[in-house]
């Protein structure tokens, strides 16, 4: 009979982190990438756009089932 070892955090400050901090990170971030999408244009910021996203503003994490 073996032991389980649990395995060990990846990025334990990332990985502890509370819930509602956590998440507030996440929506910066995605606003970010949609700020780059967006200025960018090509395929992905025609999508957003199409979507009706017209700024990162427009966007939280409640709409990523809403986005391409």
Not at 9 to 15: D, H, K, L, S
Not at 21 to 39: G, K, S, V
């Amino acid at each position: 009979m073996t032991v389980q070892q649990t395995p060990a955090m990846f990025e334990p400050g990332a990985e502890t982190m509370p819930a509602d901090q956590r998440a507030a990170l996440q929506e910066d971030r995605l606003r970010a990438l949609i700020d780059r999408l967006l200025a960018a244009g090509g395929l992905q910021g025609g999508r957003l756009a199409d979507a009706g996203v017209r700024a990162s503003g427009d966007v939280t994490l409640a709409d990523l089932p809403r986005l391409p």
